[in-house]
């Protein structure tokens, strides 16, 4: 069974760093490219980053980019993403997810709030 | 960056009715679209990739089409379960729609 396991969300202050962790099983994470997607309460999905699956190619959304780091350590099937100079509109459940094709796998989510 | 826009962001429909739900590109994306049914406190379900293809295990009532940068999820006989949000998404440089809200009439 695939399942990915989002964590390291919470409540955080504005200005300050936060880093979640996905932890893949049940596919060969290696072979995948993977995404973060977020989304705010009550509001529809924005597609933050991507990293293929030998981390050679990297991509952000405008809103995060300069803030926020994506990585992958394939030796422990698991999924990063390094956010820093939190704003309240990073405020949002935020996704893992493949999106390759019909290997298309999500988790749960992990909610980030930023707030004093 | 490439915009999606979706349409109509609310739909009524009855059981039994054929819906339709559009997306359009602002720049042709080259069929690498796929279609996401979202319901209340779930994670996304995909139910259609590369515009056209069924996702495993989705019923057949769904289908998808076009090119370019028109797109269409059509649902050809709406049951009660497929009230949800709908979200298209195209996977050339990573945009999601606004979403369509799907409720019954």
């Known amino acids: 069974e695939v399942q990915l396991v989002e964590s390291g969300g919470g409540l955080v202050q504005p200005g300050r760093s936060l880093k979640l962790s996905c932890v893949a099983s049940?596919?060969?994470?290696?072979?995948?490219?993977m995404n973060w997607i977020r989304q705010a309460p009550g509001k529809g999905l924005e597609w933050v980053a991507y990293?293929?699956?030998?981390?050679?190619?990297?991509y952000y959304a405008e809103t995060v980019k300069g803030r926020f780091t994506i990585s992958r350590d394939n030796a422990k099937n698991t999924l990063y993403l390094q956010m820093t100079s939190l704003r309240s509109e990073d405020t949002a459940l935020y996704y893992c997810?493949?999106?390759?094709?019909?290997?298309?796998?999500w988790g749960q989510g992990v909610m980030v709030t930023v707030s004093s | 960056d490439i915009q999606m826009t979706q349409s109509p962001s609310l739909l009524s429909a009855s059981v039994g009715d054929r819906v339709t739900l559009n997306c359009k590109a602002s720049q042709n994306i080259n069929k690498n679209l796929n279609w996401y049914q979202q319901k209340l406190g779930e994670a996304p379900k995909l139910l259609i990739y590369y515009t056209n293809n069924l996702q495993t295990g989705i019923p057949s009532r769904f289908s998808g089409s076009g090119s370019g940068t028109d797109y269409t999820l059509t649902i050809s006989s709406l049951q009660p379960e497929d009230v949800a949000t709908y979200y298209c998404?195209?996977?050339?440089?990573?945009?999601f729609g606004g979403g369509t809200k799907l409720e019954l009439k």
């Open positions: 997810a493949s999106l390759t094709g019909s290997s298309d796998y």
């Open positions: 998404y195209q996977y050339n440089s990573g945009t």
């Open positions: 049940g596919f060969t994470f290696s072979n995948y490219g």
């Open positions: 990293i293929s699956s030998g981390s050679s190619y990297i």
